[in-house]
C-alpha cells in the first residue's frame, strides 16, 4: 500500500453473527481475480507487491475452521480499493 493509503475497518452484528468490514483505498483487484484471491500464493498478474500470495488464504481457511465466510469485492463508495468482509457467528461466553 501507499504511503497515502488508507485502511477503514468496522464491525456489525445482527442476530448472533458478526461481520468485520475492510476497505482499503488501494490500485483495487480487477473482478476476474475475485474468485483466485483467496487461493495459497495466487498473485495477480502483473503485481508488483510484495508477498507469497498466502495472507488472504491464511485469512480464508480461519474463516472456514470458524464456520464463516470471507469474500473480497468492490468498496461500495465506487471509490478505489477494495472491501474483505468476514462474517461469522459470535461465540457466546459465559
Known amino acids: 500500500m501507499?504511503?497515502?493509503?488508507?485502511?477503514d475497518?468496522?464491525?456489525?452484528s445482527s442476530n448472533g453473527h458478526m461481520a468485520l468490514l475492510v476497505d482499503d483505498?488501494?490500485?483495487?483487484v480487477p473482478r476476474d481475480d475475485?474468485?483466485?484471491v483467496f487461493?495459497?500464493?495466487y498473485r495477480a498478474a502483473g503485481s508488483d507487491q510484495?508477498?507469497?500470495?498466502l495472507g488472504?488464504?491464511?485469512v480464508k481457511a480461519i474463516a472456514d475452521r470458524m464456520g464463516g465466510t470471507v469474500a473480497l469485492g468492490p468498496r461500495p463508495s465506487g471509490v478505489s480499493g477494495c472491501r474483505f468482509t468476514l462474517c461469522?457467528?459470535?461465540?457466546?461466553?459465559e
Open 25 to 28: 483505498n488501494g490500485m483495487g
Open 88 to 93: 461469522c457467528m459470535l461465540a457466546r461466553i
Open 39 to 41: 487461493a495459497p500464493f
Open 2 to 7: 501507499a504511503d497515502d493509503g488508507q485502511i
Open 56 to 58: 488472504l488464504a491464511i
Open 9 to 12: 475497518i468496522a464491525v456489525t
Open 34 to 36: 475475485f474468485p483466485h
Open 50 to 53: 510484495e508477498g507469497t500470495g
